[in-house]
């Protein structure tokens, strides 16, 4: 191989590197054309037809809790009473003395503190609702962050094996006139042209990735989706402590479990308010014939309870059991999550530090070998098949970083946008 020809590599080489794995690199600046993340982000939200959905039905149990506090609508009698059914006064209202035309009014009345119960259980369904809610935006976020992450690599790891690619069809194009010259032989081309063929194929799984990716975010993104991606997030920074109970606590799924035991006491205080049974009270006017005086008649309603200890009792035992049911799992959610936290900042933080240590080290070692390989196929020691073969290494150990920098942007995204931005969102101590 002439001089001419190892520098043309060499060249295309350094570019390719630059290009693609200089940690950060801002690619020039951000294409406006570009599909960012925070953009992707946005528009996956204002087109969520669950998140949507949701917020519907937290504005429907919302209108309802109104709808508890009030007293049953009053209840309007009409009726005729004591109407001969025969001899010669039948069917007639006016002339027996007796059959009079009723009009009343009853009210059930509930007392205030039932009301306010009831009121009060309609908002904590509410407030599981809005908790469902959150839940179904973090995971939203998290699952077009993954996609977004998948495109953005998938085309990274395409750049690369296309540049080696490009530099493998740059030896064959040299290879003929080397061969002619006696410099290099058939055998060289065979190897050259078996390990451009991998190559592509390595091209067509990373276009198959590309699309997959796409195709996972067209469903929030529309076609949107299409856009190239834009420059990606900090992954290696992430303001989060697993210990700090707040951030835990914050989490959607288990504020969803924490409203769900506070619905189950709020069912459990309604019961045990039952005890004092509603009553109502009636108000009616009676007209009879005109030779006959008309009638006022008023009463009050009251439900006796005369077998509360299988009735009321045995409710309000049932809905204790069920509050401690509650408890149990919200505490079994606690765990699960608090594992789950702790194990995905572990892994996060050992893929960062991995990268960081086989950045500094695995790049240089592969990159000496392939100096070593062409300096000794420059001088005729070596061969085409090694230089190939380390610049083989070198990719692998390029694409061995970009896969450890993949894996730690997919678990930075779970835990950026299910547990830090959930905490971000709540209010502080003394806040409202």
Do not use: C
Not at 4 to 23: E, G, H, S
Not at 175 to 193: E, F, H, N, Y
Not at 220 to 230: H, I, K, T, V
Not at 384 to 405: C, G, I, K, T, W
Request: net charge neutral; proline share 4%; glycine share 4%.
């Amino acid at each position: 191989m002439s001089s001419q020809t190892i520098r043309i590599a060499r060249r295309a080489l350094a570019a390719a590197t630059i290009v693609v794995f200089v940690p950060g690199s801002p690619l020039h600046a951000q294409i406006p054309d570009r599909l960012s993340l925070n953009e992707a982000l946005r528009i996956a939200q204002g087109n969520a037809p669950a998140i949507s959905a949701a917020g519907k039905g937290i504005e429907a149990v919302r209108d309802m809790a109104v709808v508890a506090g009030q007293l049953p609508d009053p209840v309007l009698r009409l009726g005729v009473e004591n109407l001969p059914a025969n001899g010669p006064d039948a069917w007639k209202i006016a002339n027996d003395f007796m059959t009079m035309r009723r009009v009343g009014i009853m009210q059930e009345y509930v007392s205030g503190n039932k009301r306010d119960l009831l009121r009060k259980r309609v908002e904590l369904e509410a407030q599981r609702l809005d908790a469902s809610r959150h839940r179904l935006t973090a995971n939203l976020r998290q699952d077009v962050a993954v996609a977004w992450f998948d495109r953005y690599y998938a085309g990274k790891s395409r750049e690369l094996v296309k540049s080696l690619e490009a530099e493998i069809e740059l030896q064959l194009r040299t290879l003929d006139p080397q061969i002619r010259a006696g410099k290099a032989t058939v055998g060289d081309a065979s190897i050259a042209s078996a390990a451009l063929l991998q190559v592509q194929d390595r091209v067509l799984v990373a276009d198959k990735q590309e699309r997959v990716a796409q195709i996972a975010l067209s469903r929030w993104l529309g076609a949107d989706s299409a856009r190239e991606p834009g420059v990606k997030p900090d992954i290696e920074t992430l303001e989060l402590d697993p210990k700090n109970p707040t951030v835990l606590a914050s989490v959607p799924s288990l504020r969803e479990h924490e409203a769900e035991s506070d619905i189950a006491r709020a069912d459990l205080a309604v019961t045990q308010s039952n005890r004092s049974s509603n009553w109502s009270w009636e108000f009616a006017y009676s007209q009879r014939g005109p030779a006959y005086a008309n009638m006022v008649s008023f009463g009050v309603s009251i439900p006796l309870t005369f077998n509360a200890a299988n009735r009321q009792d045995r409710e309000i035992s049932a809905k204790q059991s069920q509050v401690e049911q509650a408890r149990a799992l919200h505490e079994d959610v606690r765990r699960e999550t608090e594992v789950a936290l702790a194990s995905a900042y572990a892994e996060w933080r050992s893929l960062i530090d991995r990268r960081k240590r086989l950045s500094g080290t695995l790049l240089a070692v592969a990159r000496q070998r392939l100096e070593l390989s062409l300096g000794s196929y420059r001088s005729g020691q070596g061969n085409l098949a090694s230089v190939l073969e380390a610049r083989r290494a070198e990719v692998e150990a390029q694409m061995q970083l970009l896969d450890l920098e993949r894996e730690a942007a997919k678990v930075w995204a779970q835990l950026n946008f299910v547990y830090v931005e959930p905490s971000a969102t709540q209010p502080k101590a003394g806040q409202p």
